[in-house]
């Protein structure tokens, strides 16, 4: 089964940052990855599709890259509506697996 | 509007079991893959199972070991979760949801998620 390792687990940040998460695989996915965003009591939303596709209706400040078993999600100018919960999820194949989550807390 | 909407969950006794049901509206149900996700408290998320749009394939995680069962109603529009000899650990927020794709049995994002059930396994 394939791992997916993100980091940081926390990251302090203000409005206006520059913001960057990274998810590993422990195998090549090629760009068979997703990026969610989840608030508190809330379902997880579809930010990022295929390492770097922005689901439609999706701010242009999130943006995904890279391929393969390294992949990154980055927010360019932070809001206080970012400031949530964000997760990544392989789908190379059965059994699908998420990343641990990174929590976005304001600094 | 696209929606999705769970129920069934509740408290159950270890050993018991549960239903969960989901609603779909808004799209044509029977053209998706559907999923289940659950989410432990204070916890990260966890994939469950996924069924083709047509229901012939079917896919579990290790962990459940034959205890859930996914299956589906096209004609009614709902997805369900038959779980099974349920324990402590299965005690988590359990979530539909649909995949980008409508496309038979292709492993794709999740686009749409329900609003999730809580489900309480406890004595």
């Known amino acids: 089964d394939i791992q997916m390792t993100q980091s940081p687990s926390t990251l302090s940040a203000s409005v206006g940052d520059r913001v960057t998460i990274t998810c590993r695989a422990s195998?090549?996915?090629?760009?068979?990855l997703a990026w969610y965003q989840q608030k508190p009591g809330k379902a997880p939303k579809l930010l990022i599709y295929?390492?770097?596709s922005l689901e439609s209706g999706v701010p242009s400040r999130f943006s995904g890259s890279g391929s393969g078993t390294e992949f990154t999600l980055t927010i360019s100018s932070l809001q206080p509506d970012d400031f949530a919960t964000y997760y990544c999820?392989?789908?190379?194949?059965?059994?699908?697996?998420f990343g641990g989550g990174t929590k976005v807390e304001i600094k | 509007e696209v929606q999705l909407v769970e129920s069934g969950g509740g408290l159950a006794k270890p050993g018991g079991s549960l239903r969960l049901s989901c609603a779909a509206s808004?799209?044509?149900?029977?053209?998706?893959?559907m999923n289940w996700v659950r989410q432990a408290p204070g916890k990260g998320l966890e994939w469950v199972s996924s069924?083709?749009?047509?229901?012939?394939?079917?896919y579990y995680a290790d962990s459940l070991k034959g205890r859930f069962t996914i299956s589906r109603d096209n004609a009614k529009n709902s997805l369900y979760l038959q779980m099974n000899s349920l324990r402590a650990e299965d005690t988590a927020v359990y979530y539909c949801?649909?995949?980008?794709?409508?496309?038979?049995?292709?492993?794709?994002?999740?686009?749409?998620w329900g609003q999730g059930t809580m489900v309480t396994v406890s004595s």
């Open positions: 949801a649909r995949v980008r794709s409508s496309r038979e049995n292709y492993v794709d994002a999740f686009d749409i």
């Open positions: 808004g799209f044509t149900f029977s053209g998706y893959s």
């Open positions: 069924i083709s749009s047509s229901g012939s394939y079917i």
């Open positions: 195998q090549s996915i090629s760009s068979w």
């Open positions: 295929k390492a770097s």
């Open positions: 999820q392989e789908y190379n194949g059965y059994p699908l697996t």
